[in-house]
Nanobody, 120 residues
Framework: QVRLEESGGGLVQAGGSLRLSCAPSGRISTIAVMGWYRQAPGKQRDLVATITRSITGGGTPKYAESVKGRVTISRDNAKNMIVLQMNSLKPEDTAVYYC??????????WGQGTQVTVSS
């Protein structure tokens, strides 16, 4: 069974920082895209950031407009791990954050979610 192990959620003051990590485990095919999505109570699950695999070993990041300039997504290709560094956090960033992975075989996996709470 494939598992996406998430860590780094918690409670911070507005303006603070958090770093979320996601590491796949179990049998999984080559990953094409990984990213983070978030869902606040009563709202749909929305994109935060994704990063693709590149031929050179890096990746191309994409960000939601609401977080541009405040977050950075990066990857460790050897471990298929991604890190989301979040700075200047706002109360509206409060949500459950879910790690997502997509393979070249069109399989998709989700983490269990980690709570991020930003106080005023």
């Amino acid at each position: 069974q494939v598992r996406l192990e998430e860590s780094g959620g918690g409670l911070v003051q507005a303006g603070g920082s958090l770093r979320l990590s996601c590491a796949p485990s179990g049998r999984i095919s080559t990953i094409a895209v990984m990213g983070w999505y978030r869902q606040a109570p009563g709202k749909q699950r929305d994109l935060v950031a994704t990063i693709t695999r590149s031929i050179t070993g890096g990746g191309t990041p994409k960000y939601a407009e609401s977080v541009k300039g405040r977050v950075t997504i990066s990857r460790d290709n050897a471990k298929n791990m991604i890190v989301l560094q979040m700075n200047s956090l706002k109360p509206e960033d409060t949500a459950v954050y879910y790690c997502n992975a997509q393979t070249y075989n069109a399989d998709e996996y989700w983490g269990q979610g980690t709570q991020v709470t930003v106080s005023s």
